[in-house]
T-cell receptor
Framework: AQTVTQSQPEMSVQEAETVTLSCTYD???????LFWYKQPPSRQMILVIR??????QNATENRFSVNFQKAAKSFSLKISDSQLGDAAMYFC?????????????FGTGTRLQVTL | DSGVTQTPKHLITATGQRVTLRCSPR?????VYWYQQSLDQGLQFLIQ???????AKGNILERFSAQQFPDLHSELNLSSLELGDSALYFC????????????FGPGTRLLVL
């Protein structure tokens, strides 16, 4: 079974600094997608960034970027210029590209605190 | 606002009861997914429907069932409720059945007393 591991239950970063959240996954599949979702105190699940496994180029979305290492099965999220609004739970998720169904497998999450 | 709506926002009920959670996907989306988020199990996929048909099943208990209606809204039915069913239930939608970004609703918080 596919598993997603987030080894950092909690992280803290100062405002305007950079922080990296770790995620590793275990799969024998070669065609899949990876996601980072943010869950603020409102409990809404918000997509942060998405990476297709077949793409070598790392995805970026404004202040958010990933370091995707396919051979190492690693998918870390870098948040630059951290803002107070970035404080949330961050979930890494994996999805197999079956062509028919696309269920997400989530990690256990990393709680990010942003301090002044 | 993701465009996915879920009702009710909160639900408090007793053990042994049955409840129905409702989800309306984003306009134009054909796929609906249900997820359960609990303290001990984390975020788990329950079931997926695409254009009215079941497409994938996850760790969904036999006491739980779902369906997607012709207007594409979906309902998740939970019966013979137990204390351990207390959780946040999310619905998500995507345009098709292939791997695309899933947009999540605000969730329904279920408390079983």
């Amino acid at each position: 079974a596919q598993t997603v591991t987030q080894s950092q239950p909690e992280m803290s970063v100062q405002e305007a600094e950079t922080v990296t959240l770790s995620c590793t996954y275990d799969t024998s599949e070669s065609d899949y997608y990876l996601f980072w979702y943010k869950q603020p105190p409102s409990r809404q699940m918000i997509l942060v960034i998405r990476q297709e496994a077949y793409k070598q180029q790392n995805a970026t979305e404004n202040r958010f970027s990933v370091n995707f290492q396919k051979a190492a099965k690693s998918f870390s999220l870098k948040i630059s210029d951290s803002q107070l609004g970035d404080a949330a739970m961050y979930f890494c998720a994996w999805c197999r590209n079956t062509g028919t169904a696309s269920k997400l497998t989530f990690g256990t999450g990393t709680r990010l605190q942003v301090t002044l | 606002d993701s465009g996915v709506t879920q009702t009710p926002k909160h639900l408090i009920t007793a053990t042994g009861q049955r409840v129905t959670l409702r989800c309306s996907p984003r306009s134009g989306d054909l796929s609906v997914y249900w997820y359960q988020q609990s303290l001990d199990q984390g975020l788990q996929f329950l079931i997926q429907y695409y254009n009215g048909e079941e497409r994938a099943k996850g760790n969904i208990l036999e006491r739980f069932s779902a369906q997607q209606f012709p207007d594409l809204h979906s309902e998740l039915n939970l019966s013979s409720l137990e204390l351990g069913d207390s959780a946040l239930y999310f619905c998500a939608s995507s345009p098709r059945s292939l791997v695309e970004t899933q947009y999540f609703g605000p969730g329904t918080r279920l408390l079983v007393l």
